[in-house]
């Protein structure tokens, strides 16, 4: 009784603690893709917003705030992974015998792949980090944000992988976040079909407004100059 009450309270400590990170980081993805946005906006005075936003993140609070986000962002991450890889080792240490054959009771595909679609983003989150701020695999200049975006998804496969990577992020968000609002309470049956309806919409914008980036250059409706 003692054990099942500890093993109870950890196992919601861990949900919540992926719930509130879980927040931190869909608000980074939605704030990222709305920056990101800029790359429809025309050059004034031969200034790219895109560009100017990159200026601006770098600079705002004396170049302090930039490496204040990053850090909340790798703390969230790291807090997320290791919260996940917790709750899964609880989850197996409690049925100390597997089932011969997997029991799928109320559960979807998207949340049975939760593990595999996290690990493939944080594969393109590292691909992403050296492909647009180190400056790896596709034509790079220091600053030209805007350019370099579009020399980068003028490749084929990159671009491919893009989407590819958007389509992971898609189950990943829609499970994760219909599951957040669970943890934090928005659970009673009532609930459960908006629930499901802001997790699709929230997922649908990040992720069509992200795919149509790579799209767009390679149609060429977004170009140099
Ligand atoms: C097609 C969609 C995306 C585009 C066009 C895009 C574009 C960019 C660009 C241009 C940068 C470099 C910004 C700069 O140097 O000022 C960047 C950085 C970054 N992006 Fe994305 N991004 C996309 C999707 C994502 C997604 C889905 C994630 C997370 C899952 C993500 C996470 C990051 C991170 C962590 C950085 C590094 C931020 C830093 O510390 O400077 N991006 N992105």
Redesign the pocket.
Known sequence: MKREASFLNSSIGMKVIMAITGIM?VG??VG??AG?LQ?YLPAHDGVRP?DD??VF??TMLHGGG?WI??GG?IVATALHVWAAVRLTKMNRDARPVAYHAPVYKASTLASRTMRVSGAI?AI??VF??LH??VGKFTPFEEGK?YQ??VTG?QVPWVSGF?IL??LC?ASHLRHGIWSLMQTLGFNHPRYNDLRLKLATAITAL?VL???S??LAVLFGYVKLS
């Open positions: 980081l980074f993805v990222h893709m990101n790359i895109l936003y990159a993140l770098r930039i986000a990053r962002l983003l393109f989150v992403h980090i647009f701020t944000v370099n975006v998804f893009y990577a958007m992020l990040v407004v992200n795919i980036f790579p």
